[in-house]
C-alpha cells in the first residue's frame, strides 16, 4: 500500500516494534516472552516496512536475508552448545557467567541466553520468508 | 565419548546451518556426500560404543532423567542408525548425478540434511514429546521434498501425503498429551517404571490408540496406508528412494518402542490387532503391486505390503519374532531403497517407469540386472540373501508360538512379492523393448557415482545374508533388550 | 479512595469499549463504523489502563502501561486509515 | 565337499574373466571339473558303507539352528554321482550345442551354479540348508528356462516353473519349520534320532502335507506337473540335466531322505503312493499323444517321477531298492534322449514328429544310441530298465493293502511306456525321411559323446549290475531305511510272476504301438477324447488363475486406493473413532468426580463463543466468514490459555493466529470461492463421524483430567529454575534450558517449512529451485 | 498494592466487555464487505485487551501486562496486513 | 531557550489533545448511544501547510483521533489531505479548525 | 470448568472432522487448523488446570500457592510453533496447487491414485 501515512509512522514503528521485540528476547527469562515471541514480533516489524513501501513488490535484496537471518540464528544456537562441550558436561548445559555492572548485583548470561538469541533471528528470518513468499505478486 | 549420542542430530544440524550459509551448488554436493559419509562412520562409532556398553544415555544440558530429555542409544537405536546412515549416504552420491535440472543440489541437501536430522533424532530419543518433535522435522522435510519440482503429480501427491500425514501428527500430538495428562512424565523409561507397577495401566489403552492409529498412519499399515500410493511414485526417484527406504520404517521403530517398552500391558487385544492389522497390509499392498506396470508403483505398494511382516513380528511378540522384525526392519530398508535406486536408473536409461514400455535391458546392460536382482531376490526372500534369514526368522517365529494363519499370510504374500519382482523383471530385462518412443534412446554407460550406491547397498544385502550369524545375534540381543527393558530403564533413570 | 478511583477509571474504560462495540453495530457506513472503533476503544484502554496502574501501582507497570498507550495512540489511527485506504467505495468490494 | 562347492561356485564366476582362447573351451573345463568331483566322490564309494557316512559341520547361524551341515552317505552319494557324472556329460554336449548361441558365458555360469546348488542340497544335512538349495535350484532354473528370453513363452514357462517350485518351496519351509519345532533342530540327524517324537505330535500332519507339496511340486507330481512340460523351453542341454539327473529328481531326493524320519506310516503311504500313480498314470497317458519330440520326453519324465514317488510311499525294502536302482535307470535314458532329441533339434530345424523320420540315414550312430535308451526306457532285455521293471513289478506284487490295484495300474502305464518308445524310435528314425527344414548330418562328434556314454551304461549295467548293486545301491537303501539291506541284483530271475508281468506288457505294449502306427485314426480319436475328458489344460487353469488373480487386484486396489482425499480420512477418523469407543466401553468403569460448574462465567461465555466461532466456521458459505470464525476461536483459546496461568502460551497463540489469518488472507483472493460441493446427506453423515470422533475425544480429556496428576517432574522445574537454571520464567526455562532439544526441532521445522514455502512459491522465472 | 479491589466491580467490567465483545462479533459474522470485519476485529483485540487488564487485577498478578502490548501490535500489524493486501488487490 | 519553548508547546499540545480526546468520545458515545441519526457524511480536502514528516504524521493522527474526523488519504507531494467528516455542517468551520491544529503542531515541530 | 472445556475439546474436534472431510482444500486446512487447537487444548486440559498462578518463580521465594504447571505449556507452544510452519506450508502448498491445477476441489485429486 501506498499510503503517505503508514510510510511515515513506518519510521518510528519500526523502531518501537523491534525494541519491543529486543526487550521481550532479553526479558524472556524472567518474563513473558522469550526467543519465539521477539523473534515473530521483530519480523513483523520488518515486515510491516515491507506492507507500508513497496507494496508486495519485494526485492530480491529482500528476500536473499531471512536465509542469514536464519543461518545466523540456527549458528548461534550451535554456539550455544560449545561451551558446555568444553566444560566437560553434557551437551547443551547451561554455563554461566557473571558479568559485574555497576549498581546492580551483576547480570548473569548464560548459554540457554544465546540459544535464545539465536531462536530469535530464526524466528526473524521464517518470519520474513512466509510473508514475503505468500505475499509475493505473480 | 557420551556426546557423541547427541551427533546424530546435531550433524545433520551442522550442515543444514552451513547449506544455508554456502549457496554453492558444487559444494552442496560435496558437504552432502561428505556429511553422509561422516555419518556413518559416527553411527558406526556409536554402535561399537553400544556393543561394549549395551545402553548409552546422554541426558541433555546435565538435567537428569526424567527431569530433562534423555537420549538413549540401545540395540535398537544403533543398528537403526547406522542403516540408516548407510541409506542416507548411498542417496546422498545418487542424488548427484540423479537429481534433475530443476531441483539445485544446495536446496535438495538442505532438506535431505533435514529429514536425516529429525529421523536420527527420533531413533535416539528417549522422550515421548522430543519424539513428536523429531517426527515434525522429518516429515516437515519430506513435505518439502515431496513437492521439490513442483510438478502437477507432485503437488497433488503432496497434498495427500501431507494431510493424512498431519493428521497422524495431530493424533501423535493428542496421545501425548493425555500420556502427560494420566503418568505425568514424558520420558520413556520413567513411563515404563511407571506403568509397569500401574494396575490401572488399562487405562491407558485408550492413549495406546492414538500412538496405534498415529503410528500406523506414519508406518502405512493397513487401513491407514491411503497416503503411500498416491504419493511414493511422484517425486524424482533420488526422492522416492530415501522415502522408501526410512520413513515408514521410522512408524515401525516408534511401534516396537513403544508397544514393547510401556504399553506391554493389555498385551491380548495389542497382539491381536497388530496381527490383524499386519495379515491386511501384507496382502492388501501386496496385492496391490501385482496389480500395476509401474515400477515405482510396484515397490511402492510394496513397501506397504513388508510393513505388514514388522508389524507381524512386534504382533507375535516373542523375543525371536521382535529379532524378526527388526532384522526384516533393516533388510527392508537397505534393499527397498536399492531396488528404488535401481528402478531409477531403468527409468534413466529409457525414459520412462512404465514397464510395459521398456525391455530388453539383460541384452543391453548385465551389470544393471545383476544390479537389480539382488535386492530383487533379497525382497522376495531368495536364500542366501537377507531377505531369507529376515522372512525364516518370521515364519520360525510365528509358527514356533502357534500363530498359523499369520503365517500362513505372510507365506502366501511372499509369493506375491515374487510375483512381483518377476514381473519387473521379465518385463523390463528379459522382454524385448517393445518397439515405441522410449527403443531410440539410446542406452548410456553407467556411471560410476550412478551405479556404487546400488553395488554398495547390494552388497550389503548379500554380506547381511552371509554373516547373518552376527546380526541375527544382533537383533536377538536387541529383542531381549527390548522384552526386558530394565537395562535401559535403569541406564536411563541412574545413569 | 484509591479504590473508588480504579473502579471509575476500570468501569468507564470498559463502558467506552462497550460503546465502541455498540457503535460498531449501529453505525451504517465503513467510515461511520471507523470512527467509533478508533477513538472510543482507544480512549477506553487508555482508561482502563490508568486505573490498572493506579492499581498496581509499581514502576514496571507505569512504563509499560505508558508503552502501550503510547503504542495505541500511535496505531489505532493508522489502523482506521490503512482500512478507509483499502476499501473500494465505489461498490466493487461491497460484498466480500 | 565343502571344496568341491567352493570349486563349482568359483568355476562359474571364473567363467567371465577367462582369457579369451581359455573361454573358447569353457565348456571343456567345467565339464572336466564335473568329472573331477565324479571321480572323487567315486573314490569315496567304498568309504560310504551302510551306516557310516561322512559329514562335516560348519557353524552358521547356530542360534537359528542354521548351521552348515555336509553328509555324504549312501542316498547322497548316488545323487552326487548323478549330478556331477552327468553333469559332466552334459557340458560336453553342450559345447557344440550351445556354440551358436549368443550368451553362452551366462549360460554357463547357470548351468554350473545350478549344479552346484544341487550337489549342495544332496550334501546338506540341515534340512533348511537344504531349503536354501532348494530354493536356489528353482531360481536358477528360472534363468535357464527363459534363457531364449525374448520369446514370450520362455518366460512364460520360466515364471510358471518358478512360481510352481516357489511356492512348493515356501510351504516345505513351512513344514520344515513346524516340525523342526517340535525337535528344536533341523538338523537331519537330529530329526532321525527323534522319528518317533515327530510321527506323534500332532503337528506331524501338516508338517507332513507342507513339506510334500514342496517334494509334490518340484518333482512335478499330478496336479502340478504342468511346469515340466513347459520347462521345455529351456535349451536341450538344460532339459536334460534339469529332468533327468536334478531339478525334478530334488523331491525324490527329499522325500528319500526324509522316509526314515516321516516315513511308514499310513499317511505316508496313501498321500503319496496315492499322488505317485496318478502322476504316473498322467505321464504315460498323455505322453502317446504328444506330438513334440521334447513333449513326449517330458511326460515320460512325469511318469517315471510318478514311478519313484509310487515306490517311495511304499515305503517296503523291495520298493524303496526299486526306487534306487529306478533313479539311476531314468537318468541315464532320460538325459540321452534328451540330448539327442535336441541333437536332432539342431541337426533338422525341428522337434515335430510329423516332419520327422528316416533319420537313421543320415544319424545312424545317433539312432543306436536313442535306441538303446529307448529300449531301457521300454524296460526291454537286457538294458538296465528292465532290471528296473522287474524289482519295481516285485516292489508292487509285494506292496502291502492294495498292491493289486497299484499293479494294475502300474503294468498300464508301462504298457503305454513300451508304446511310447517304440513308437518314438519308429517315427523319428525308421521309415521314410520327413521334410526338415535343415539338412540333417551327424558332424560333431562330441555331441554324441555324452549321450554315447550313457547309452553305453545303460546296457553294460544292466548286464554286470552286481558291483552296481552291492557298492552304492545298497548304502543309499541303508541310509534310507536307516539298517542295513542287503543288495543283490542280476538280470536273470527266473520264470516267476514278476517275469510274466514283464512279457506281458512288452506284448501289449508292442499291439498298442502296432496299433498307434497302423492306425493314425487312433491318436486322433485319443486326441479327441482327450479334448472332451481333459477339456481343462492345468497350465491354462494356472494362467487363468493368475489373471483372474491380477484382475481381482487391480478390482480391489481400484476400491481402496479410489482417490478419494477425503474418503481416506474418513477412514482413518472412523477407525480410529471405533477403537477408541471400543477401548472407552471396555474400559467404561470409572469414577468421575470433578463437579459441573459454570463458574467463572466469562470462561463459560469464551466457551460458548469458542463454540460458537468454531460452528459457524464450519457451516459458513463465505470463506471470510470461515476464516475469521476461525481466528476468532483460536484467540479464544489463546484466552484461555491466559486465564489458566499459561501467559507465554497465550501470547504465542495470538500471535501465531494472526501470523495465520494475515497469510490466509494474503492468499484467499487468489483462490475461489466455496462451492456447495456435497448433499446434505453426505454433510449429515460426515457430521455424525465428526461428531462419533469429538465425543470420544471428550471422553478421553475427561478421564485425563480425572487422573490425579503426579507433578514430581514439574516441581522440579518449578523449584530449580530460579536455583539451576537462573530464569524465573520457567516456560521460558523449559524452553531453552530443561527441554532445549525439542526447541532445536521446533525450530529446525520453521527453517525448514520457511525454505519450502519459498521454494515453493517463488517465481517460475527462475526455473532453478 | 493496595487493598484488592471489589470483585463485583470488576464482575461489572467484565461483564461490558463481555457484551462489547458479542457485539462487535455479530459485526464481525455480518461484515458486509472485508474492511468492516477488519475494523471489527480491531475492536475485538481491544476488547480482548480489556479483559486481560481487567482479569490481571482480578488475580492481582502484573505479569499479565506484557500480553496487551503484544496484541496491540499483532493487530496493528493485522490490520495494516490486510488492508494493504486488499488495497492491492483492489488498486 | 527553544528546546524549552519547545517542550512547553508540547506539554500544551498533549492537554489539548487529551481534551480534545475526552471531548471526542464523550461526543461519539452520546451519538452511539442515543437513538436518531446526527451524522452527515462528507469527504472534506484540506490543504497542509505542515512541512515535516513527523508533524505530518502527528496531525494526521490527531485528525482521526478528534470527534467526527478520519484521516483518508495524503496526496503524493503531501500538500493536500482528505478527511472524511462525520458531521458535515460547515466547510469552512471544519477548515478553520484542522488549520488551527496544524499550527499547534507547526509550532512544536518546526 | 473443566468439563466444559473438554466439551469445547470435542466441539473443536468435531468441526475439525467436520472440516476435513469437506471436498475444498481451503475448508480442509481450517479443519486442520481446528484439529490442531483442539489438539493443543486437550494436551493443555489433560495436565490439569491451575487458574491464576503462571509459573514464574521468584528469586529465593519458595512458592506458596500451587503453580500452574509449566510442562504442558511448554509442549504446546511447542506445538502450537511446529502447527504455524505446517500451515503455512500447507497454504502455500494449496495455491501452488491451485495455480497449476485451477482446482479446489480434493476430488478432483484423483490421478495419482491407480
Redesign the interface.
Known amino acids: 500500500m501506498n499510503s503517505v501515512i503508514l510510510q511515515l509512522a513506518a519510521k518510528y514503528l519500526r523502531w518501537l516494534l523491534i525494541s519491543f521485540a529486543v526487550l521481550a528476547l532479553l526479558r524472556g527469562h524472567?518474563?513473558?516472552g522469550g526467543g519465539?515471541i521477539g523473534g515473530l514480533m521483530a519480523g513483523l516489524a520488518i515486515v510491516y516496512k515491507g506492507f507500508a513501501f513497496n507494496a508486495f513488490q519485494v526485492k530480491e535484496k529482500l528476500l536473499k536475508r531471512p536465509e542469514r537471518y536464519m543461518g545466523l540464528g540456527l549458528f548461534l544456537i550451535l554456539l550455544s552448545f560449545i561451551p558446555s562441550v568444553f566444560a566437560g558436561k553434557p551437551l547443551m548445559t547451561g554455563i554461566w557467567i557473571t558479568v559485574p555492572v555497576p549498581f546492580f548485583s551483576g547480570i548473569k548470561l548464560g548459554t540457554p541466553f544465546l540459544f535464545d538469541i539465536g531462536v530469535f533471528f530464526t524466528v526473524i528470518g521464517?518470519t520474513l520468508l512466509?510473508v514475503f513468499?505468500?505475499t509475493q505478486k505473480k | 565419548m557420551i556426546t557423541f549420542v547427541a551427533l546424530p542430530i546435531l550433524l545433520p544440524f551442522i550442515f543444514i546451518i552451513s547449506l544455508l550459509v554456502f549457496r554453492s551448488d558444487r559444494l552442496a554436493g560435496w558437504l552432502g556426500v561428505f556429511g553422509s559419509g561422516l555419518l556413518i562412520l559416527l553411527s558406526g562409532y556409536l554402535f561399537i560404543l553400544v556393543q561394549k556398553h549395551g545402553v548409552i544415555a546422554l541426558q541433555m544440558g546435565g538435567w537428569e532423567a526424567p527431569f530433562g530429555i534423555t537420549l538413549v542409544v540401545d540395540f535398537l537405536s544403533a543398528i537403526m542408525l547406522v542403516v540408516a546412515a548407510l541409506i542416507v549416504f548411498s542417496i546422498a552420491i545418487y542424488a548427484l548425478r540423479f537429481l534433475p535440472k530443476t531441483i539445485r543440489l544446495n536446496r535438495f541437501f538442505i532438506f535431505f540434511f533435514g529429514l536425516t536430522m529429525g529421523l536420527n533424532g527420533a531413533f535416539v530419543t528417549g522422550d515421548v514429546?522430543n519424539l513428536?518433535?523429531w517426527f515434525?522435522v522429518m516429515l516437515?522435510s519430506s513435505?518439502?521434498l515431496i513437492?521439490l519440482g513442483?510438478t502437477?503429480?507432485q503437488?497433488?501427491?503432496?497434498?495427500?501425503y501431507?494431510?493424512l500425514n498431519?493428521?497422524g501428527?495431530?493424533l501423535f500430538?493428542?496421545g501425548?498429551?493425555?500420556l502427560?495428562?494420566?503418568t505425568g512424565t514424558?520420558n520413556m523409561a520413567h513411563l515404563a517404571e511407571i506403568l509397569k507397577n500401574d494396575n490401572q495401566a488399562i487405562l491407558m489403552n485408550t492413549s495406546a490408540v492414538l500412538f496405534f492409529v498415529a503410528f500406523g498412519i506414519k508406518a502405512a499399515v493397513f487401513p491407514l496406508y491411503?497416503w503411500l500410493?498416491?504419493?511414493y511414485?511422484?517425486p524424482n526417484i533420488t526422492i522416492s528412494s530415501l522415502f522408501a527406504g526410512l520413513l515408514t520404517k521410522v512408524g515401525v521403530y516408534t511401534f516396537i518402542r513403544f508397544f514393547t517398552l510401556f504399553f506391554v500391558h493389555d498385551q491380548q487385544f495389542w497382539h491381536q490387532l497388530l496381527l490383524i492389522t499386519a495379515g491386511f497390509t501384507m496382502v492388501a499392498g501386496g496385492m496391490a503391486a501385482a496389480a500395476h506396470y509401474e515400477t515405482r508403483r510396484i515397490l511402492s505398494y510394496h513397501i506397504i505390503s513388508q510393513i505388514g511382516y514388522m508389524i507381524m513380528g512386534l504382533g507375535i511378540f516373542t523375543p525371536l519374532a521382535i529379532a524378526g522384525a527388526i532384522f526384516f526392519t533393516i533388510h527392508n530398508m537397505i534393499a527397498k531403497t536399492n531396488t528404488f535406486l535401481v528402478a531409477g536408473m531403468i527409468a534413466k536409461a529409457r525414459g520412462t517407469f512404465e514397464l510395459k514400455e521398456v525391455g530388453g535391458l539383460f541384452k543391453q546392460s548385465p551389470f544393471l540386472a545383476i544390479l537389480f536382482m539382488v535386492p530383487a531376490f533379497a525382497l522376495a526372500g531368495v536364500p542366501p540373501i537377507s531377505g531369507f534369514f529376515a522372512k525364516f526368522i518370521l515364519i520360525k517365529a510365528g509358527l514356533e508360538n502357534g500363530n498359523y494363519v499369520i503365517t500362513a499370510v505372510a507365506i502366501l504374500t511372499g509369493m506375491l512379492t515374487l510375483y512381483s519382482m518377476i514381473k519387473i523383471w521379465n518385463e523390463a530385462f528379459l522382454k524385448a523393448q517393445p518397439a515405441n518412443e522410449y527403443a531410440s534412446t539410446p542406452f548410456k554407460k553407467l556411471k560410476f557415482a550412478e551405479y556404487f550406491p546400488s553395488v554398495l547397498l547390494g552388497a550389503t544385502s548379500i554380506l547381511m545374508g552371509l554373516f547373518a550369524a552376527y546380526l541375527f545375534d544382533f537383533t536377538m540381543n536387541a529383542a531381549n533388550q527390548l522384552i526386558d527393558p530394565s537395562l535401559y530403564i535403569e541406564t536411563v533413570l541412574k545413569g | 479512595m484509591d479504590k473508588i478511583i480504579i473502579s471509575i477509571f476500570i468501569l468507564a474504560g470498559s463502558f467506552f469499549i462497550l460503546v465502541a462495540a455498540i457503535g460498531l453495530l449501529r453505525f451504517k457506513d465503513l467510515y461511520a463504523r471507523l470512527h467509533a472503533g478508533t477513538k472510543a476503544p482507544s480512549f477506553g484502554i487508555l482508561l482502563l489502563l490508568i486505573g490498572v496502574s493506579i492499581y498496581f501501582n509499581t514502576p514496571v507497570v507505569y512504563i509499560k502501561s505508558l508503552f502501550i498507550i503510547v503504542f495505541i495512540y500511535l496505531t489505532a489511527p493508522l489502523g482506521a486509515h490503512a482500512i478507509a485506504k483499502s476499501f473500494d467505495n465505489k461498490g466493487k468490494n461491497k460484498k466480500q | 565337499m565343502v571344496y568341491i562347492l567352493l570349486v563349482f561356485l568359483s568355476a562359474s564366476l571364473l567363467i567371465f574373466i577367462l582369457p579369451g582362447w581359455l573361454k573358447k573351451q569353457k565348456a571343456i573345463l567345467l565339464s572336466f571339473v564335473q568329472f573331477a568331483a565324479f571321480i572323487y566322490f567315486l573314490s569315496h564309494v567304498s568309504e560310504i558303507t551302510s551306516y557310516h557316512s561322512k559329514s562335516i559341520f560348519i557353524e552358521w547361524i547356530p542360534q537359528l539352528g542354521l548351521n552348515l551341515e555336509f553328509m555324504l552317505d549312501g542316498l547322497s552319494m548316488v545323487f552326487a554321482l548323478l549330478v556331477t557324472g552327468i553333469g559332466a556329460l552334459v557340458f560336453l554336449y553342450a559345447k557344440d550345442y550351445m556354440k551358436s548361441y549368443a550368451g553362452t558365458d551366462k549360460f554357463f555360469f547357470y548351468l554350473m551354479l545350478f549344479s552346484g546348488a544341487m550337489l549342495g542340497l544332496v550334501l546338506s544335512g540341515n534340512l533348511i540348508q537344504l531349503f536354501i538349495f532348494w530354493e536356489l535350484t528353482s531360481f536358477i532354473s528360472f534363468f535357464l528356462i527363459s534363457f531364449f528370453h525374448e520369446k514370450e513363452s520362455a518366460r512364460k514357462a520360466a515364471f510358471q516353473s518358478l512360481y510352481i517350485t516357489g511356492f512348493g518351496g515356501l510351504s516345505m519351509l513351512a513344514g520344515i519349520v513346524l516340525l523342526g519345532s517340535v525337535v528344536d533342530s533341523y538338523s537331519f540327524s537330529d530329526w532321525l534320532s527323534n522319528a518317533n517324537a515327530i510321527k506323534e505330535s500332532n503337528l506331524y500332519l501338516p508338517g507332513l502335507l507342507l513339506i510334500l507339496a514342496g517334494i509334490f511340486t518340484k518333482s512335478a507330481q499330478f496336479p502340478f506337473h504342468f511346469w515340466l512340460p513347459g520347462a521345455m523351453q529351456a535349451p536341450a542341454p538344460v532339459s536334460s540335466y534339469l529332468h533327468s539327473a536334478t531339478m525334478v529328481k530334488a523331491g525324490i531326493f527329499l522325500l528319500a531322505r526324509l522316509s526314515p524320519v516321516l516315513g511308514g506310516t499310513p499317511e505316508w503311504t496313501y498321500i503319496i503312493s496315492l499322488t505317485g500313480v496318478l502322476t504316473m498314470l498322467t505321464g504315460s497317458y498323455f505322453a502317446i499323444t504328444q506330438t513334440d519330440l521334447k513333449g513326449i520326453l517330458a511326460f515320460t519324465t512325469i511318469n517315471a517321477l510318478g514311478v519313484l514317488v509310487l515306490l517311495l510311499g511304499i515305503n517296503t525294502t523291495e520298493s524303496i531298492k526299486a526306487a534306487m536302482l529306478f533313479l539311476f535307470i531314468h537318468a541315464f535314458y532320460k538325459a540321452t534322449l534328451f540330448m539327442v532329441a535336441g541333437l536332432i533339434e539342431k541337426k533338422t530345424g525341428t522337434r515335430e514328429l510329423r516332419q520327422l523320420g528316416g533319420l537313421i540315414k543320415y544319424m545312424p550312430l545317433t539312432f543306436v544310441i536313442a535306441f538303446l535308451a529307448l529300449l531301457s526306457m521300454a524296460g526291454l532285455p537286457p538294458l538296465l530298465g528292465f532290471l528296473g521293471k522287474e524289482l519295481i513289478y516285485e516292489a508292487k506284487v509285494q506292496s502291502p493293502g492294495i498292491a493289486s490295484m497299484i499293479l494294475i495300474l502300474g503294468v498300464t502305464s508301462n504298457i503305454f511306456m513300451v508304446a511310447v518308445s517304440l513308437y518314438f524310435a519308429r517315427k523319428v528314425f525308421l521309415g521314410k525321411p520327413g521334410n526338415f527344414p535343415k539338412q540333417p548330418n551327424e558332424r560333431g562328434a562330441a555331441f554324441l559323446i555324452g549321450p554315447g556314454v550313457l547309452a553305453l551304461l545303460s546296457l553294460v549295467l544292466g548286464l554286470s549290475p552286481g558291483k552296481l548293486g552291492s557298492a552304492v545301491i545298497k548304502p543309499a537303501l541303508s541310509a534310507v531305511l536307516g539298517e542295513v539291506a542287503e543288495v543283490k541284483l542280476k538280470i536273470w530271475h527266473g520264470f516267476n510272476q514278476v517275469f510274466f508281468l514283464s512279457m506281458l506288457t512288452i506284448i501289449l505294449g508292442f499291439l498298442l504301438y502296432v496299433a498307434m502306427l497302423k492306425k493314425d485314426k487312433l491318436l486322433i480319436y485319443w486326441k479327441k477324447i482327450n479334448d472332451v475328458v481333459f477339456a481343462v489344460q492345468l497350465d491354462e487353469v494356472f494362467a487363468w488363475v493368475m489373471d483372474k488373480f491380477v484382475a481381482v487386484s487391480k478390482l480391489k486396489?481400484?476400491t481402496v486406493?479410489?482417490?478419494?482425499?477425503?474418503l481416506y480420512?474418513?477412514t482413518i477418523?472412523v477407525f480410529t473413532s471405533l477403537l477408541l469407543w471400543f477401548q472407552v466401553f471396555v474400559t467404561r468403569s470409572w469414577n468421575f468426580d470433578?463437579p459441573?460448574?459454570?463458574?467463572?462465567f466469562y470462561?463459560?461465555g469464551l466457551?460458548l463463543v469458542?463454540?460458537l466461532a468454531?460452528?459457524v466456521?464450519?457451516v459458513s458459505r463465505s470463506?471470510i466468514v470461515?476464516?475469521i470464525s476461525?481466528g476468532v476461536?483460536?484467540y479464544g483459546?489463546s484466552l484461555?490459555?491466559l486465564?489458566?496461568?499459561?501467559?507465554?502460551?497465550a501470547i504465542?497463540?495470538i500471535l501465531?493466529e494472526t501470523?495465520?489469518l494475515v497469510?490466509?488472507m494474503a492468499?484467499l483472493q487468489?483462490?475461489?470461492r466455496?462451492?456447495v460441493?456435497?448433499s446434505k446427506k453426505t454433510r449429515l453423515r460426515?457430521?455424525l463421524?465428526?461428531?462419533g470422533?469429538?465425543?470420544v475425544?471428550?471422553i478421553?480429556?475427561?478421564k485425563?483430567?480425572n487422573v490425579n496428576?503426579n507433578?514430581s517432574?514439574?516441581d522440579f522445574?518449578?523449584e530449580n529454575?530460579?536455583l539451576k537454571a537462573f530464569g524465573?520464567?520457567?516456560?521460558n526455562v523449559?524452553?531453552v534450558d530443561f527441554?532445549a532439544l525439542?526447541?532445536l526441532?521446533?525450530v529446525t521445522?520453521?527453517t525448514?517449512?520457511?525454505v519450502?514455502?519459498y521454494l515453493?512459491?517463488s517465481k517460475p522465472k527462475s526455473r532453478k529451485l | 498494592m493496595n487493598d484488592s479491589i471489589s470483585t463485583t466491580v470488576l464482575l461489572i467490567a467484565f461483564s461490558l466487555l463481555l457484551a462489547a465483545l458479542i457485539l462487535a462479533f455479530t459485526r464481525l459474522l455480518k461484515g458486509p464487505s472485508i474492511n468492516d470485519r477488519i475494523a471489527a476485529m480491531d475492536v475485538i483485540s481491544i476488547v480482548v485487551m480489556g479483559f486481560i487488564l481487567v482479569y490481571s487485577v482480578?488475580?492481582n498478578?502484573a505479569?499479565?501486562f506484557d500480553i496487551p502490548i503484544v496484541i496491540s501490535l499483532i493487530s496493528f500489524i493485522g490490520t495494516v496486513a490486510v488492508s494493504t493486501y486488499l488495497k492491492h488487490k483492489n488498486g | 531557550m527553544k528546546i524549552l519553548k519547545k517542550t512547553y508547546y508540547l506539554l500544551a499540545f498533549c492537554l489539548f489533545y487529551l481534551f480534545k480526546l475526552v471531548q471526542s468520545n464523550i461526543y461519539i458515545a452520546w451519538d452511539i448511544l442515543t437513538p436518531g441519526k446526527q451524522s452527515n457524511p462528507a469527504f472534506v480536502e484540506v490543504p497542509v501547510i505542515l512541512n515535516s514528516d513527523t508533524g505530518l504524521l502527528m496531525f494526521s493522527n490527531l485528525l482521526s483521533m478528534t470527534p467526527g474526523t478520519l484521516s483518508l488519504d495524503i496526496s503524493r507531494d503531501k500538500k493536500t489531505m482528505l478527511v472524511h467528516v462525520l458531521y458535515y455542517s460547515d466547510e469552512e468551520q471544519i477548515q478553520n479548525g484542522l488549520k488551527e491544529m496544524q499550527q499547534k503542531i507547526k509550532r512544536i515541530t518546526g | 470448568?473443566?468439563?466444559?472445556?473438554?466439551?469445547?475439546?470435542?466441539?473443536?474436534?468435531?468441526?475439525?472432522?467436520?472440516?476435513?472431510?469437506?471436498?475444498?482444500?481451503?475448508?480442509?486446512i481450517?479443519g486442520?487448523?481446528?484439529?490442531?487447537?483442539?489438539?493443543?487444548?486437550?494436551?493443555?486440559?489433560?495436565?490439569?488446570?491451575?487458574?491464576?498462578?503462571?509459573?514464574?518463580?521468584?528469586?529465593?521465594s519458595g512458592?506458596s500457592a500451587p503453580?500452574?504447571?509449566?510442562?504442558?505449556?511448554?509442549?504446546?507452544?511447542?506445538?502450537?510453533?511446529?502447527?504455524?510452519?505446517?500451515?503455512?506450508?500447507?497454504?502455500?502448498?494449496?495455491?501452488?496447487?491451485?495455480?497449476?491445477?485451477g482446482t479446489?476441489?480434493?476430488?478432483q485429486?484423483?490421478?495419482?491414485?491407480?
Open positions: 524472567n518474563n513473558p519465539f521464517v512466509f513468499s505468500l | 514429546f513428536f518433535v515434525e516437515m513435505f518439502v513437492t513442483r502437477k503429480e503437488l497433488e501427491g503432496g497434498i495427500k501431507m494431510s498431519l493428521i501428527s495431530l500430538l493428542a501425548v498429551g493425555l502427560y495428562g494420566k514424558l491411503f500410493p498416491a504419493s511414485h511422484t | 486396489t481400484k486406493q479410489h482417490g478419494y482425499h477425503r480420512i474418513l477418523i470433578i459441573f460448574t459454570l463458574r467463572p470462561i463459560s466457551a469458542i463454540i468454531s460452528a466456521s464450519a470463506r470461515t476464516i476461525m476461536a483460536g483459546i484461555i490459555f486465564y489458566y496461568s499459561a501467559v507465554d502460551l504465542t497463540q501465531v501470523l495465520t497469510m490466509f492468499i487468489k483462490l475461489p466455496f462451492a460441493l456435497s460426515d457430521f463421524i465428526a461428531l470422533f469429538g465425543s475425544m471428550t478421553l480429556a475427561l485425563a483430567v496428576l507433578r517432574i514439574s522445574y518449578l529454575s530460579y524465573e520464567n520457567v516456560v523449559i524452553l527441554r525439542d526447541t526441532g521446533e521445522v520453521l525448514i517449512a520457511a519450502g514455502v515453493l512459491l | 482480578l488475580i498478578n505479569m499479565y | 470448568m473443566e468439563i466444559i472445556l473438554a466439551i469445547v475439546v470435542g466441539l473443536l474436534y468435531t468441526v475439525g472432522v467436520y472440516l476435513l472431510l469437506r471436498r475444498s482444500i481451503l475448508k480442509f481450517i486442520l487448523i481446528f484439529m490442531s487447537n483442539a489438539t493443543n487444548l486437550l494436551v493443555f486440559l489433560s495436565a490439569g488446570l491451575v487458574p491464576g498462578s503462571p509459573a514464574f518463580v521468584q528469586a529465593g512458592s503453580l500452574a504447571d509449566p510442562l504442558p505449556q511448554a509442549l504446546v507452544l511447542t506445538a502450537i510453533v511446529i502447527g504455524l510452519g505446517i500451515v503455512v506450508f500447507t497454504l502455500a502448498l494449496k495455491y501452488k496447487f491451485f495455480e497449476t491445477t479446489d476441489d480434493l476430488d485429486l484423483k490421478k495419482t491414485d491407480n
